[in-house]
């Protein structure tokens, strides 16, 4: 679903889709939508975090450079900006030109949101962006999530209906590649309208 | 358990130990065989060439009917070979590679190809030359030339460079793929920037053993380029140049009265070239695997 919302699945081979996806007042699912720029519109972050194979701020720079940025400043600017806006400039910043792949897990996984960021997106997918990361870490990267949500729009595929619960404003619920039912988040997780919905928010079932 | 049992199970134990003695032993010797005969024949050969190998065994055009003097114009010869194969070669393996392993669909027509390719690998050589013979020398007018040469050995190394760099990029996780695209890369500057430079030691390890192949192969040059004797070095693409492989059957079987030395130092030569293009393409290798990320 998240990769329906930045055309990502045009890679994949077999997809069925059907309905319309608005953004910005654009049908994002028209063949005729510019894929580059929708992309750098709206990032992504994967549930397993993927440094590429270079450093820390070769990867930062990666998406600008693309662009066709080569201002040195401008691009040092943005290295600093997206690690401290990812919480993750303290713990890296004195060996930005080490391999990304030296970083532990949590921190790939910042990086790699940092790498989102640096690209200044709209709207920042987010796929269980915790699932591999253990209970600190899973609270740093939440703790940023919050700070973030002030400036951008932030999609989060929930790794637990409890994390859905704590960091949601709205929340949707898919079963079967279908949406249920989509709420504020505390309305949809105290008081479900479907009851399919309820069934899985009170532990039923998934 | 009884005391019989007790000897019965100790005895079975000991019996297993043996044979996997004997396992190990049957496949340390059939190692030890394979590697002996290479050994052997890179022994031998440096043995007995050894006697001719001095600097103008490099530098000098050979004399007395090729029984005395150098070897320099098939050596001269061979490298401009390996580079107009190169040349030709590479480029044209290397984007076959990538459309097959980048962009080409998965269908019947691709699948075609990728068969076809296989299938060159196992065409024989002397084919090769008789094809380039058809095709370049006669038809296309190149006459038996380096040009003519180069290209037929081209074809010959062709599916070894596709196949390989083929394998080297897919090996590049598609995770780094996806993540290239999701930040706004076109698939073009995704290879460029990720697929490419991490795939490079693996293609370049192919391109060198595919040249190595070209450069020792006698039965495609023989009607396409090779020359018994020419008393000057070649001039341009389109003379025919003596080589070090077909240099060598020639000492070997055409000349009567051949001092020994001079057949073995000639085959030294030839096998020390492409033995040094082999190491070259082991620490290539080894060296990307010791600093590969992934």
Known sequence: MLRTLNRLNDLADVVQLSGQIWIDGENVLDPGTDTIALRRKVGIVFARPVVLPMTIRQNLTYGLELAGNKNRTFLNETVERSLKAAALWDEVNDRLDDPAVSLSGGQQQRLCLARVLALEPEIILLDEPTSGLDPISTGKVEATLEELTSRYTIVLVPHSVQQAARVSDYAAFFLGGELIEYAPGKQLFTNPQDKRTEDYVEGRFG | ?294
């Open chain 2, 1 to 294: 358990m009884s005391i019989s049992q007790m000897r019965n199970r100790f005895l079975l134990i000991e019996k297993r130990k043996l044979t996997q003695k004997l396992g190990f032993t049957g496949l340390g010797l059939a190692a030890f065989i394979t590697v002996l005969p290479i050994v052997l024949v890179v022994a031998y050969v440096f043995w007995k060439g050894w006697p001719a190998i001095s600097y103008t065994f490099f530098t000098e055009m050979p004399q007395d009917g090729m029984r005395a003097g150098g070897i320099l114009p098939a050596i001269v010869g061979t490298l401009w070979l390996t580079i107009g194969t190169a040349i030709i070669s590479v480029p044209l393996g290397l984007g076959a590679a990538i459309y097959l392993s980048e962009y080409a669909p998965e269908n019947r027509w691709t699948r075609t190809i990728r068969i076809a390719i296989i299938n060159l690998a196992g065409i024989p050589s002397v084919v090769y030359g008789l094809f380039g013979l058809g095709l370049f020398v006669l038809f296309l007018r190149f006459g038996t030339s380096i040009l003519a040469g180069s290209l037929t050995l081209a074809i010959m190394t062709l599916p070894v460079i596709i196949s390989t760099a083929e394998e080297a990029l897919r090996a590049v996780p598609s995770s780094f793929r996806v993540v290239s695209i999701s930040l706004g890369g076109t698939q073009w500057q995704t290879i460029q920037r990720i697929v490419l430079p991490q795939a490079l030691p693996g293609i370049l390890t192919g391109i060198i053993l595919g040249l190595e192949r070209a450069a020792g192969e006698t039965a495609p040059i023989l009607f396409t380029v090779a020359a018994f004797f020419l008393p000057q070095l070649p001039s341009s693409i389109f003379d025919a140049t003596m080589a070090l492989p077909y240099h060598l059957f020639v000492i070997s079987t055409q000349v009567p009265g051949m001092p020994i030395q001079i057949q073995y130092g000639t085959a030294a030569v030839l096998l020390s070239f492409v033995l040094s293009m082999n190491t070259i393409a082991t620490i290539i290798r080894s060296r990307a695997r010791a600093k590969r990320q992934w």
